[in-house]
């Protein structure tokens, strides 16, 4: 117990002793810390740039195939969409699928349309006869159409001509 007592009053004495700081220490330890903080930054920086280049370099990379798969499913869909309009395949489908027939010449009717008004023309409408002959064409009708719209630079807003201005009462 005399040992406890002994260890007990030397703890009192040093709790009353106060350290004091080395200045000269505290000042090499932040220069450490600054200088150190100064070389890892531009490193930590290099790091993430080369990290993201790798990462965008892996993307281009993908995205490149993803181009060229599309680019190889758009040949075969432009392959496939010109069998799919072949106009033989349509009349084979037209005829043995959906059992249509030519049109006889008595439900043939011929309309024009002027203004937006749908009108039937009289006269024949012209047919292949049975016997493989030359079609016979149809009567020459009058043109009632309007004339066609010729278009100039003009017209068309490349060289733009001044608008009247509208008076103001």
Known sequence: MTRSRAHDSRL???ARLV?????AKARDLGRFVLYG?????PLLVYVWQRVEFI????????LQKEKQDLVEINKRMAVERSLLMSPNR?????????GL??????????????GGVPEEQPGPVTTLPADGSAPTPAP???DTRRPARRYTAAS????????PQKETP
Do not use: C, H, T
């Open 12 to 14: 009192r004495m040093n």
């Open 19 to 23: 350290r004091e700081k080395d200045r």
């Open 37 to 41: 903080a100064a070389i890892a930054a």
């Open 55 to 62: 990462r965008l370099s892996y993307r281009v990379e993908q």
């Open 90 to 98: 349509i009349e084979r489908v037209a005829r043995q699928q959906l």
């Open 101 to 114: 027939v030519d049109p006889q010449p008595e439900d043939v009717r011929r309309v024009a349309v002027a």
């Open 140 to 142: 020459a009708r009058p």
């Open 156 to 163: 068309a807003g490349a060289f733009p001509l001044p608008r």
